[in-house]
T-cell receptor, first 116, second 111 residues
Framework: DSGVTQTPKHLITATGQRVTLRCSPR?????VYWYQQSLDQGLQFLIQ???????AKGNILERFSAQQFPDLHSELNLSSLELGDSALYFC???????????????FGPGTRLLVL | LAKTTQPISMDSYEGQEVNITCSHN???????ITWYQQFPSQGPRFIIQ???TKVTNEVASLFIPADRKSSTLSLPRVSLSDTAVYYC????????????FGSGTQLTVLP
């Protein structure tokens, strides 16, 4: 158990809908990262937040957005869903900005999204 | 950007030592090398990180030659439960490249 929690575990929805994925980082971690893992594209970094501020952006679509709240939990919002958005969505957290020795990301169990 | 190249897959037998090599020809001076392990439907898990020479922890060793253009993850005496995908990441501390996972190496341990 990494200490990172994600809800829901599974989500089934239809094309065109909007969903929100939630992540609670490990206690004390200020950074939250979101990743998408689909069969054909591997693990793709989407976005990083640090202490409430957006810190780094990866291959995140405009239909997707995220935020980190004052209590440090984060939400990933996916809108106008398409079949191709079906994937595993992972959240990870770290103490800081991966600048310290042995500082690393801790991944949650993921949310499996199925768009029908 | 330091792009990494790993074998797509490897097979091994229980009890053997497994070495997975990652090439990173364009590694920068301040880049570190980090390896993660991922089981199906689970998030990646940190295994080991190093900068140069050799690093060892309770689960693996990481060998980095002097030119740092490659690195080798060594798993001693693998078991069936070591069957997983192994990712090599290269990036400087605080760099977004530390967030770039390649395709990884699928290690299958056979009985």
């Amino acid at each position: 158990d990494s200490g990172v929690t994600q809800t829901p575990k599974h989500l089934i929805t239809a094309t065109g809908q909007r969903v929100t994925l939630r992540c609670s980082p490990r206690s004390g971690d200020l950074s939250v990262y979101w990743y998408q893992q689909s069969l054909d594209q591997g693990l793709q970094f989407l976005i990083q937040y640090y202490n409430g501020e957006e810190r780094a952006k990866g291959n995140i679509l405009e239909r997707f957005s995220a935020q980190q709240f004052p209590d440090l939990h984060s939400e990933l919002n996916l809108s106008s869903l398409e079949l191709g958005d079906s994937a595993l969505y992972f959240c990870a957290s770290s103490v800081g900005l991966l600048e310290g020795v042995r500082e690393t990301q801790y991944f949650g169990p993921g949310t499996r999204l199925l768009v029908l | 950007l330091a792009k990494t190249t790993q074998p797509i897959s490897m097979d091994s037998y229980e009890g053997q030592e497994v070495n997975i090599t990652c090439s990173h020809n364009n590694i920068a001076t301040n880049d570190y090398i980090t390896w993660y392990q991922q089981f199906p439907s689970q998030g990646p898990r940190f295994i080991i990180q190093g900068y140069k020479t050799k690093v060892t922890n309770e689960v693996a060793s990481l060998f980095i030659p002097a030119d740092r253009k490659s690195s080798t993850l060594s798993l001693p005496r693998v078991s069936l439960s070591d069957t997983a995908v192994y990712y090599c990441l290269v990036g400087g501390r605080g760099s977004a490249r530390q967030l770039t996972f390649g395709s990884g190496t699928q290690l299958t341990v056979l009985p």
